[in-house]
């Protein structure tokens, strides 16, 4: 098959979009497919990939309040490159002009809109929670919903990246016509990366010794990923218990992370780290990862911290939950910092042994991104024969 992705959200110096991207086209080459890419870019160019597939810029605008991005507003650029290269499939995950663009065009390709993430969740929930519940939130918000839903009519098919999203879009009564859960690069994580010696150096950098707990907070400094939560569960948690968190990761709030943990004795931020091994053998050397956002659409970094051995501390809501396998985790109340502490104190109050080996057997059943790039073909595939057969069949006719 010839899949397009019409896709907004990648960018040469982007992070996981193009991280997922990049790992599919390299996978559906080798499974014999071929992935072309139309994404905006600061000049029209084309990027040809080694192993298959290719990347199209189309010149468009920046986003204004992250240049790493592009908007696609013209429609003529991006319907001409559909039409010139005959895709069976054309994909879509942009919410705004995209998938407007891409779902009214008159080619004869399957047209499928790919769920990634909730914007809902992810803005208006967060920004309006202290003044409003979570129902009233809801629907204030369902004109948003009801906008999804018009142009999702033009679509053949509506794919989620997971269950937690199609849950929560299937409430709102947004069409979801299959759940594709991602999959991690798991050659990368592995318990056998775990390091003592680094274990315990990341602990004296807490001003812990050896038989402390080290606890990990991996992801980009974003308010929606709730570091101040976590920060607030570890020292409480910490009052009583000898804890330690380090957070690596960047992003917007990193400043605002940075003063509040200056006077935390147990808890230090480190930039993100770019080598792949290297941050591979520092998840797997410490003693659990801790989340704080209940709207994960998909748990990847729960993902990787499984795959490395580690156990985990994540809310009972979004990705991260549905990921989690309970012989190796605990669960708290979203939004609820003394319940995330009191998760801190439940996991490290069990038989660390009977855990390390539940966390070793959750390790071993950890979904590749080879295994959805799979699931993802035979299903996209059997769109592409049902849509041969009905037009035989209206031949034959």
Known sequence: ??????????????????????????????????LIVIAPGRANREEERPGGGRIIYVKAPPLPFDRNYGLFWAADPVTELLDSIRPDIVEASSPWRPAWIVGQWKGDAVKIF??????????????????????RIERAFAWYSRYMSRFLDHYDAV?????????????????????????????????????????????????????GHLLLGLGRHHPEKRWR?????????????????????????????????????????????YDRERLARIVASCDALIHGSEGEPFGLVASEAMAAGLPLIVPDAGGCAEVADPHAAELYAPRDAQSAALAIHRLFARDQRVLRRAALVAAGKVRSDRDHTIELMAYYQGLVDARRGEGAALRRA
């Open 159 to 211: 794919v989620t990246n997971g269950p937690a999203l199609q849950k929560r879009l299937v409430r709102r009564g947004v069409r979801i016509d299959e759940s594709m859960p991602l999959g991690i690069e798991t050659g990368h994580f592995s318990p056998g990366l775990r390091d003592e010696k680094l274990r315990a150096a990341l602990l004296a950098q807490c001003g812990l010794p050896p038989t």
């Open 229 to 273: 939560l976590v920060i607030d569960a570890a020292e409480r948690a910490g009052a009583d218990l000898p804890v330690g968190l380090i957070l690596l990761g960047a992003g917007i709030e990193s400043r605002q992370i940075e003063k509040r943990i200056a006077g935390s004795p147990h808890i230090r931020m480190f930039q993100p780290v």
């Open 114 to 135: 790919f769920m990634h993430n909730d914007n809902v969740g992810a803005y208006p929930l967060r920004w309006f929670e202290s003044i409003a519940s979570q129902d």
């Open 1 to 34: 098959m010839r899949i397009v992705d019409v896709n907004e959200f990648y960018s040469p110096t982007g992070g996981g979009v193009r991280t997922y991207v990049d790992r599919k086209m390299a996978i559906m080459a080798d499974l014999g497919h071929e």
